[in-house]
């Protein structure tokens, strides 16, 4: 190994041993995941009825009364150049006026988004002519560039973070905002009223989303009658990934090694070192309006509160078990427990003898907890919830993409068209153990699900190696719920178009 890239390595805080393995990987792929069933109503999932909503709404409630913390973390290190990948590409066609229905759409209802003031203002003081006149006189790639480069909005290098959403009352207000009401909502403590938001962002974005949250706290503080605790986290250089060649050799630029950053799941580093009894997970660009609200706000609560009581429950057992093996009946609760609220099954419990069972048992509940949202898929069948093996023989839920489904398997293809629901990415999760001690949660990813996608680079095309996904193999090892959560709590803005529909307004 050449000095250029050790010393790249030691400013990254990679090690050689990692940089093998990763190279490894490139070259060999991963294996595919053993599928028992797509998680369904009944199997899996969880349909929340009038009896389950009560019980779930009234512990979220006893949980915030004794004192318990609550953090939100929102990933917002993106980027929003995707958002406006067909604005770049009118501004850099050949065409001179929309021909796209994308780009048709867009400028037919352009005063109806709510960053419209803002690119008005910049395009009077830049061409002396309203957005209006601009394009009467056909000038449609002069008012996009005013929105997404440099010299106005910027919007198409911003993160979405800081993009404005939704118009309020005499202003608009931002994805952060959003986040940040919303919040304000369900995770502020009963008696100090404050509610503690952790964003992960870029460093060259983080002292622009400080100044923004600074700006926002005030105010909306003020409307919701809360106090705002807000942190951020980059993701970390160490979990960059090594580029490779299409024949698995590493890729180079400038005869240096080339690393981009692993993904999502990079980010389980930073969930490792925040610290609260219940964190929401949710991703910046899947929120709504205060008008629009309220069932999110319902769901998020019962996700919360069926966290805390199955965590209650988990506990409990887990202190029992600490104290010596309990008798056979009890052993029986905690796998009935176990089928019924974890959906976790092992044929082999039975021919266990009793001290054998209550270890496995302890092991299985001594784990971090995640409830997660699941939305019925309306669409195509895709990545979702799943009834996984491990390499114990265990059945567990498991959240899947379908590049980690062997698709060539007809039993697993199968099992993929059949999957009815997908990950929101709406999930609550509990990080400390029956004695209230913080797992390292490093210890409970599967390094075996990453994923190897292609991409192009000034040209060339190279394998990148994503790192096993935050709520993907990254939490594998987790304890998981899935509890179906209605469609109208989904409401991501992929484009910039998805801004006009209703759910935004």
């Known amino acids: 190994m050449e000095q250029l890239d050790l010393e790249l390595l030691k400013t990254k805080g990679i090690s050689e041993e990692k940089l093998t393995e990763q190279l490894r990987m490139l070259k060999e792929g991963f294996p595919f995941l053993k599928l028992a069933a797509p998680a369904t109503i009944g199997n899996g999932i969880a349909s929340v009825s009038p009896e389950m909503e009560e019980v779930a709404l009234r512990c979220w409630d006893e949980f915030l009364e004794a004192g318990g913390s609550v953090l939100k973390m929102v990933p917002a290190s993106g980027a929003a150049s995707r958002m406006f990948k067909d604005v770049f590409a009118f501004v850099n066609g050949k065409d001179n006026k929309p021909s796209s229905d994308f780009m048709k759409t867009f400028f037919d209802h352009i005063e109806e988004f709510p960053f419209f003031p803002q690119l008005n203002f910049l395009c009077v003081s830049l061409f002396g002519k309203s957005v209006n006149t601009l394009l009467e006189a056909k000038r449609y790639k002069d008012v996009a560039e005013v929105l997404i480069e440099k010299i106005g909005l910027n919007y198409g290098h911003l993160p979405k973070a800081l993009l404005r959403f939704h118009k309020v009352p005499g202003d608009s207000r931002t994805a952060l905002e959003e986040h940040l009401a919303e919040g304000a909502q369900y995770a502020a403590g009963k008696k100090n009223k404050k509610v503690r938001v952790h964003f992960t962002v870029s460093p060259e974005h983080l002292p622009l989303v400080e100044v923004k949250v600074e700006e926002a706290k005030g105010h909306l503080g003020h409307k919701f009658g809360v106090d705002y605790e807000v942190t951020y986290s980059i993701q970390k250089p160490s979990t960059d990934t090594v580029a490779a060649n299409l024949d698995g050799s590493p890729y180079r630029e400038d005869g240096k090694l080339f690393f981009r950053p692993g993904g999502h799941g990079a980010l389980i580093e930073n969930l490792n070192d925040l610290d609260a009894d219940v964190i929401f997970i949710k991703n910046i660009d899947n929120v709504v309006p205060d008008a629009k609200r309220d069932s999110t706000i319902r769901f998020k609560k019962i996700l919360g509160g069926a966290l805390v009581g199955a965590k209650q429950k988990m506990n409990e057992y887990c202190t029992r078990l600490e104290k010596g093996t309990p008798s056979r009946d009890e052993l029986d609760e905690m796998l009935k427990f176990m089928h019924q609220v974890l959906c976790i099954t092992n044929d082999t419990t039975d021919s266990m003898t009793d001290d054998e069972c209550a270890a496995y048992i302890f092991s299985k509940l001594n784990r971090p907890l995640r409830v997660a949202g699941m939305v019925k898929n309306e669409g195509e069948p895709g ?36 999957s009815t629901h997908f990950n929101p990415v709406d999930i609550a999760c509990s990080i400390k153990n029956y004695k209230g001690e913080k797992f390292n949660l490093l210890d409970f990813v599967d390094p075996t699900t990453g994923f190897i996608s292609q991409k192009s680079r000034e040209g060339v095309e190279i394998k990148a190696l994503e790192l096993p996904g935050l709520w993907n193999g990254a939490m594998s090892d987790w304890n998981t719920i899935f509890i179906e959560v209605p469609a109208d709590t989904f409401n991501p803005v992929k484009t910039v178009n998805d801004l006009l529909r209703d759910s935004h307004k």
């Open 383 to 418: 990545g979702g919830p799943y009834l996984v093996y491990s390499a114990d023989g265990t059945i567990s839920p498991q959240i899947l993409e379908p590049s980690q489904i062997d698709i060539d398997n007809k039993e697993a293809k199968k099992m993929l068209q059949e």
